[in-house]
Nanobody, 122 residues
Framework: QVQLVESGGGLVQAGDSLSLPCAAS????????MGWFRQAPGKEREFVAA????????YYADSVKGRFTISRDNAKNTLYLQMNSLKPEDTAVYYC???????????????WGQGTQVTVSS
């Protein structure tokens, strides 16, 4: 069992940066691959980024590649999503998730946080 708590969301302007931490507790954080997903109003939840257990491999959606960076600190049991050059279309609730069988598929993740709202104004 692992508990995930996202934070760091807020209202920013287009072009700004924001960092989202996801704090994990419970079983050993370093045992899980991790991912970030987001859900915009009226849309399906979509994959954003994922990272392997050690952090040596990362995966990104095309829409955020080059602007977002996923990282993890296994000593602090924390996952991060650094978001730069934010756009209004990045507005969504952002969720962290753990223990996937397939990094890109949300249904394969075993644990989810409650989400944090990110709003980007134009």
């Amino acid at each position: 069992q692992v508990q995930l708590v996202e934070s760091g969301g807020g209202l920013v302007q287009a072009g700004d940066s924001l960092s989202l931490p996801c704090a994990a507790s419970g079983r050993t954080f370093s045992s899980y691959g991790m991912g970030w997903f987001r859900q915009a109003p009226g849309k399906e939840r979509e994959f954003v980024a994922a990272i392997s257990l050690s952090g040596g491999s990362t995966y990104y959606a095309d829409s955020v590649k080059g602007r977002f960076t996923i990282s993890r600190d296994n000593a602090k049991n924390t996952l991060y999503l650094q978001m730069n050059s934010l756009k209004p279309e990045d507005t969504a609730v952002y969720y962290c998730a753990a223990n996937p069988r397939n990094y890109y598929r949300q249904e394969s993740y075993g644990y989810w946080g409650q989400g944090t709202q990110v709003t980007v104004s134009s």
